[in-house]
């Protein structure tokens, strides 16, 4: 387990049993023995055990956990594990609930279950296991974190799902998963910004380093415009920080409209608004239609203005 995480992953599934420690393929596994634990005789259909007490199940049997944090996964990294898989098998029971249908929930292990299915295994190790809504959200966002599966969006959409689901204060929650109180914080204030940022730091587009010069502006608008800059000249945090902290105290940028719905522009004009601003990382208002209008492109500095001069020279007849 990792260091830091208060009682992590194990206490929480050892809460209140008794625990002893058997040998499979090599790999020490906890089998938890309860007064809820099943026994041979009363397994669910599907669900095998072996003589040394080892549950197994055919991984196709299994389906996400509903409580699942992870909703991006690296198909890369997935191809890695599959192909460990494919030679090693599962070593770490997959931690899993009945779903009362002939299949099961996967509280803990998605990645290793899709791994499994992919490498073609007939059957896995699992732990059965009866969870409410919110320990199955606990649960599934702890093993995550503890094996860093979880991209910084994600992670914090957890925080927040958990502070909803169990009436946690920011306090508890990171009390709860072992993690300082400002690590939490930093984490749930990514969900303010544009969700096409988000998904750029999901991406790898940017950083989190980034994000945060981003999120120290004040609107949407100008959040847009140092994204432009970072992903179209390639800045380092530090000169994402430092442009921000420009924009804040001296170069502001036009207020975006207060209320964007009454745009009553072509969508077709907004999109292609968007993807300049994207592409000269500056304001810039389109007015007009597709027949006719004006382009406005804003600049801060001098080399701002030579900037875009150059981003735009190379594609005009000059």
Known sequence: M??????????????????????????????????SSPKASNLPLGITQDEDGTLWVDPNLLKPNPRQPRTYFDEEKLAELTESVRREGILSPVIIEDAGDGTFYIIAGERRTRAAKKAGLERIPVQLRKYSDEKKLEVALIENIQRADLNPVEEAQAYYRFMELANLTQDQVAERVGKNRSTVANC???????????????????????ARAILSLDNDTDMRILYGKITGQ????????????????????????????????????????????????????????FDKGSITINYFTGDDLDRIFNLIVPHANL
């Open 188 to 210: 749930l204030r990514l969900l303010k910004l544009p969700e096409d940022i988000q998904n750029a730091l999901v991406q790898d587009k940017i950083t989190s380093g980034h």
């Open 2 to 35: 990792a260091k830091g995480l208060g009682k992590g992953l194990g206490a929480l599934m050892a809460e209140s049993e008794e625990e002893d420690v058997v040998e499979t393929t090599g790999v020490q596994i906890k089998e938890v023995q309860s007064a």
């Open 234 to 289: 390639g800045l380092s945090v530090r000169q994402s920080e430092s442009l921000a902290k420009e924009m804040r105290e001296g170069n502001p940028s036009i207020p975006a409209p207060a209320v964007r719905k009454e745009d009553k522009r072509d969508p077709n004009l907004i999109a292609l608004e968007q993807k300049i601003i994207d592409r000269l990382g500056t304001k810039v208002q389109l007015k007009g239609s």
